[in-house]
């Protein structure tokens, strides 16, 4: 990933006359902050896939089996909850019924849908592994608890939408810009 160089960035290449550098390279704490979010994302990602491999699950299938939980639901009504095409929902529980977590049978009210279904299996398993401590604890385990605190705190504000984010209407949930006054007219300047 190529990135204007900041402080202290060792050059690399050229970019339409910009100096880059591969942040991938780079030092991390010289890294913007949608790269150091990134990189997080990915490692709390990768923590969590390894402790609910255990289990055969992954971050894709894990919140299939919370949703369930709740009541049978179709392909459609998954992919919407967990916020992915039908086409992703599809491989993810196909892989979910080999593993014997989740049944598929066809709705009775119609015929052409199919009812997916959680199995005793599937929460067992659901249970077993739902505890998020292990990998956030692998992760995390660097800061504090106030250190945790804060950054949850800092992170709903980062991930609510901008919508929601402030009645003032700035994404940060700050105040609202305070406008700068007018540019002088040639009138003022000339009698000054």
């Known amino acids: 990933?190529?990135?204007?160089?900041?402080?202290?960035?060792?050059?690399?290449?050229r970019k339409g006359g910009v100096a880059v550098q591969d942040v991938t390279r780079g030092e991390v704490d010289h890294w913007p902050v949608g790269r150091l979010l990134s990189a997080a994302a990915r490692r709390m990602e990768r923590e969590w896939n390894a402790h609910l491999a255990a289990w055969d699950l992954n971050h894709a299938s894990h919140p299939v089996l919370v949703h369930l939980t709740t009541?049978?639901?179709?392909?459609?009504?998954?992919?919407?909850?967990?916020?992915?095409t039908e086409q992703t929902m599809s491989r993810v529980v196909a892989r979910l019924e080999r593993t014997g977590y989740v049944s598929r049978r066809p709705d009775p009210d119609d015929r052409r849908r199919h009812v997916i279904a959680?199995?005793?299996?599937?929460?067992?398993?659901?249970?077993?592994?739902?505890?998020?401590?292990?990998?956030?604890e692998r992760v995390l385990?660097?800061?504090?608890?106030?250190?945790?605190?804060?950054?949850?705190?800092?992170?709903?504000?980062?991930?609510?939408?901008?919508?929601?984010?402030?009645?003032?209407?700035?994404?940060?949930?700050?105040?609202?810009?305070?406008?700068?006054?007018?540019?002088?007219?040639?009138?003022?300047?000339?009698?000054?």
């Open 71 to 84: 009541r049978p639901m179709s392909q459609r009504e998954l992919a919407e909850a967990c916020g992915v």
């Open 1 to 13: 990933m190529l990135s204007i160089m900041g402080r202290g960035a060792r050059p690399g290449k």
């Open 141 to 192: 385990g660097v800061l504090d608890e106030r250190q945790r605190d804060q950054l949850r705190e800092l992170l709903l504000l980062v991930v609510q939408p901008d919508d929601l984010a402030s009645s003032t209407g700035d994404p940060t949930g700050g105040p609202a810009p305070v406008p700068s006054p007018a540019p002088p007219s040639d009138d003022a300047a000339a009698r000054a």
């Open 118 to 136: 959680i199995t005793d299996a599937g929460t067992a398993a659901f249970v077993a592994s739902a505890d998020p401590r292990p990998a956030q």
